[in-house]
């Protein structure tokens, strides 16, 4: 999470326990800004109810999440952000490939156009109810077009961290496969380190040719933004 970002929704709207622990990554102090659960519920829960149903009917009509079920589509729909762009305003740039600044977006209400190119030659048009953004979230690419906002255009947005966390390797998945068998070999490259027989304690272990004494403490990291200097200092509590 950067600056404007926001956390910490998902417990207070359905008293449930935190699902993850938040640090501060950077060297210096953050500053935060906080909201008891009592004020968030009164203020934030009532107003979000008849805009997440509004998104869960819009996202039952994208095909590629069709598999979804309505427990998933509900949590996509908590996720979604309403953004409001000007006529003439950029919403993605072609060639951008800033990953973690990604989104996914719907629209809600107006038009955005995409364009190709020195020309900028027109791709597509999306109204209200179409979607555009995915493609580069699930293959992890550069923004094949520059979307443009034609008019005054209201849109709901899902970041990087909620498109993986939601969709995750089923969307991708679903989204890049040809046939079922292409989709088993999508889903196996995720899940074939962390899977468990039925009847099994733990994942299987895969075979190796390495020392079981083998320790990669001592590899060196090159340019780390942390200042790590061997893969050890990463796991060393001091």
Not at 114 to 130: I, K, L
Request: proline letters at 4%; glycine letters at 10%; hydrophobic letters at 35%.
């Amino acid at each position: 999470y950067k600056e404007g970002g926001g956390f910490g929704e998902l417990a207070l709207m359905y008293n449930a326990p935190r699902a993850a622990t938040i640090k501060c990554r950077e060297s210096g102090p953050g500053l935060l800004w906080a909201v008891d659960r009592g004020t968030f519920r009164h203020v934030v829960v009532n107003s979000r109810k008849t805009q997440k149903k509004k998104y869960e009917n819009m996202l039952k009509n994208i095909e590629i999440l069709g598999n979804m079920n309505d427990a998933e589509r509900s949590k996509l729909a908590d996720a979604l952000d309403p953004k409001e762009y000007h006529d003439g305003e950029v919403v993605i740039k072609e060639g951008d490939d800033d990953y973690d600044e990604f989104h996914f977006y719907l629209i809600e209400r107006g038009t955005a156009v995409a364009t190709q190119g020195a020309d900028n030659t027109e791709v597509g048009v999306m109204v209200e109810g179409g979607y555009f953004g995915e493609k580069g979230l699930i293959e992890h690419a550069p923004r094949a077009a520059t979307v443009t906002a034609k008019g005054p255009l209201k849109v709901a947005s899902l970041d990087t961290a909620a498109f993986e966390r939601i969709m995750g390797p089923n969307g991708e998945a679903q989204y890049q496969a040809r046939n079922l068998a292409e989709a088993y070999r999508i889903l196996y490259e995720h899940y074939r380190y962390d899977y468990v027989e039925p009847g099994e304690a733990a994942p299987r272990r895969l075979e190796s040719v390495d020392p079981e004494n083998r320790s990669i403490c001592d590899f060196e990291i090159v340019d780390d933004e942390f200042g790590f200097a061997t893969v050890g200092e990463i796991f060393n509590d001091e």
